[in-house]
């Protein structure tokens, strides 16, 4: 299965851009790097998605380099109301899109 | 539009007792998730639904855990003979589907209480 590792926390500023980087080495061919965001007592949200280069929405970037064994999840100018836990995930073709969460990381953002 | 719904939200059982969860997806959705997420700690897998079929029960702890899908909507996870250690919250997602689309649609949980 394709584990990822990312940072268990980050701190930052309001205004400030906000990267998180996850590998992904054991990422197979046809799986694709997801991303979602959990507040206390929610629901994961999907962020974003993508397979590889750059994908950019309303919300996030995502930076995916050829080799796709890593990824970097971009969100512009954060706000207090970005202060949540992050899940980069990768969803498995071949078993029909399933995540495997690990702890994600927890992202802190300061007035 | 609709989300997914999931109900009941909040569950307190004894020890032993018998629970079912329901989980409404968004119509239309094919795939259907359950996770479970206990206190402080990471999302855990629990089964898959491709349709009405579990292709994947991979995640269920033991065999006290059950769950089904019928008309390719409505999902019901049952936990026999509850205990201390399932308590937990649980999760449903959705998702449309197809391939090249993997946004999961989560619902808002039903947070499980074993006493």
């Known amino acids: 299965l394709a584990k990822t590792t990312q940072p268990i926390s980050m701190d930052s500023y309001e205004g400030q851009e906000v990267n998180i980087t996850c590998s992904h080495n054991n990422i197979a061919t046809n799986d694709y790097i997801t991303w979602y965001q959990q507040f206390p007592s929610q629901g994961p949200r999907f962020i974003i998605q993508?397979?590889?280069t750059k994908v950019t929405n309303e919300v996030a970037s995502l930076f995916i380099p050829a080799d796709r064994k890593s990824s970097t999840l971009s969100l512009p100018r954060v706000s207090l109301s970005d202060t949540a836990v992050y899940y980069c995930l990768v969803a498995l073709y071949n078993q029909g899109g399933k995540l495997i969460f690990g702890q994600g990381t927890e992202l802190s953002v300061k007035p | 539009g609709a989300g997914v719904s999931q109900s009941p939200s909040n569950k307190v059982t004894e020890k032993g007792k018998d629970v079912e969860l329901r989980c409404d997806p968004i119509s239309g959705h094919t795939a259907l998730y359950w996770y479970r997420q206990s206190l402080g700690q990471g999302l855990e897998f629990l089964i898959y639904?491709?349709?009405?079929?579990?292709?994947?029960k991979s995640g269920l702890p033991s065999d006290r855990f059950s769950a089904e899908r019928t008309g390719g909507s409505v999902s019901t996870l049952t936990i026999q003979r509850t205990q201390q250690e399932d308590s937990a919250v649980y999760l449903c997602?959705?998702?449309?589907?197809?391939?090249?689309?993997?946004?999961?649609?989560f619902g808002p949980g039903t947070r499980l209480t074993v006493t």
């Open positions: 639904f491709q349709g009405n079929s579990a292709p994947d």
């Open positions: 993508g397979y590889k």
């Open positions: 997602a959705s998702r449309q589907g197809r391939v090249g689309d993997y946004e999961q649609y």
